[in-house]
């Protein structure tokens, strides 16, 4: 009788194990809290909606870094150019390399790239002179409107 007591008291408390290990595998996963990441950017508005952007944020119509063929059709000769990353929200970094002193006196001193606000292009040297002054061509990206050196036009390339 003593044996039937130890084999049915170890089988409850096996049973009770078994549920109780049941039951915390079966609980239900606690959630977690998805967090922001706590990095806060400058350039990130901080105002959910429509907020209005600080001056410095605000899209103007800048366009991106990018290759112009330089043509001048009186020389009969061409370079290319590159116009480079932002300084401002109207200049751009300029670079011409020692070839396109054939096809503009100059230009290889050239270094900044500033968009005006009537879409014209002046091409200056890190003093400010002015090398070179563009408009917008109807043929061409931009174009010389007069100049002596000769017929002048910049394309810029895909």
Request: aromatic content about 6%; charged content about 15%.
């Amino acid at each position: 009788m003593k044996a039937s007591l130890v084999i049915v008291a170890t089988a409850l408390v096996c049973a009770g194990v078994s549920s109780a290990g049941l039951g915390f595998w079966a609980l239900p996963e606690t959630k977690t809290v998805v967090r922001p990441d706590p990095i806060v950017l400058g350039t990130i508005p901080s105002v959910p909606g429509p907020a209005k952007l600080p001056t410095s944020l605000q899209t103007h119509s800048v366009s991106p870094p990018a290759i112009f063929s330089v043509s001048n059709f009186s020389r009969k000769s061409v370079c290319l150019v590159e116009r480079g990353a932002a300084l401002t929200n109207r200049s751009r970094d300029f670079f011409a390399p020692p070839d396109c002193e054939q096809v503009w006196p100059g230009l290889t001193r050239a270094t900044n790239w500033t968009q005006n606000e009537d879409g014209s292009v002046t091409i200056t040297d890190a003093a400010g002179a002015t090398i070179l002054t563009l408009v917008r061509g109807r043929h061409f990206s931009y174009e010389a409107p007069s100049t002596d050196g000769g017929d002048l036009a910049l394309l810029m390339l895909p």
